[in-house]
Antibody, heavy 123, light 108 residues
Framework: QVQLVESGGGVVQPGRSLRLSCATS????????MHWVRQAPDKGLEWVAV????????QYADSVKGRFTISRDNSKNTLYLQMNSLRAEDTAVYYC????????????????WGQGTLVTVSS | EIVLTQSPATLSLSPGERATLSCRAS??????LAWYQQKPGQAPRLLIY???NRATGIPPRFSGSGSGTDFTLTISSLEPEDFAVYYC??????????FGPGTKVDIK
């Protein structure tokens, strides 16, 4: 059974950093693009970042560009999101999500999601 | 950036009724549109990909149609577990991948 398990969330002060992890299992991690999607409290879904299967292509939402970095360790089947210069508006549940199909470039339909990890940015 | 709008914002129906949800794109997304279901406290679940293809394990009462800028998700006969929020999402032109604001289907 495909599993994605996020960790690393918590309460952090504005301007500080946090790193999220997404541990995966039961699929060929190094064949799929992976994404981070967030959801602010009682709001809709916002795509945050994507990384291709081999890490060669990374793209970001404008709202996080220059502050967040997506990465992956294919030897550990784990996805990461390094979040720097955090702002109050970054407060959200952060989900990692798997591309539906294995492609050279990210595909962009998300067939498996983690349970989410809550990041709260507050002084 | 492609903007997706969904209507209605809320749909109040009874179990057994037919639900018709709409998603409109600000420019053509061809058939590169997905639908997700989200229940409170849960992660979203992929229902439909590429406008009309049901994801693995999704019951046939869920169907998707449309292409270009206008799309529809239909639930033929609502089951109690179908009351949730539904989001459309495009993958035609990225970054960014974009989601619609959601349609809440609640019990009348």
């Amino acid at each position: 059974q495909v599993q994605l398990v996020e960790s690393g969330g918590g309460v952090v002060q504005p301007g500080r950093s946090l790193r999220l992890s997404c541990a995966t299992s039961a699929f060929t991690f190094n064949s799929y693009g992976m994404h981070w999607v967030r959801q602010a409290p009682d709001k809709g879904l916002e795509w945050v970042a994507v990384i291709s299967y081999d890490g060669s292509n990374r793209q970001y939402a404008d709202s996080v560009k220059g502050r967040f970095t997506i990465s992956r360790d294919n030897s550990k089947n784990t996805l990461y999101l390094q979040m720097n210069s955090l702002r109050a508006e970054d407060t959200a549940v952060y989900y990692c999500a798997k591309d539906h199909r294995s492609r050279i470039q990210p595909e962009g339909s998300f067939d498996y999601w983690g349970q989410g990890t809550l990041v709260t940015v507050s002084s | 950036e492609i903007v997706l709008t969904q209507s209605p914002a809320t749909l109040s129906l009874s179990p057994g009724e037919r639900a018709t949800l709409s998603c409109r794109a600000s420019q053509s997304v061809s058939s590169y549109l997905a639908w997700y279901q989200q229940k409170p406290g849960q992660a979203p679940r992929l229902l439909i990909y590429d406008a009309s293809n049901r994801a693995t394990g999704i019951p046939p009462r869920f169907s998707g149609s449309g292409s270009g800028t206008d799309f529809t998700l239909t639930i033929s006969s609502l089951e109690p577990e179908d009351f949730a929020v539904y989001y459309c999402q495009q993958r035609s032109n990225w970054p960014p991948f974009t989601f619609g604001p959601g349609t809440k289907v609640d019990i009348k």
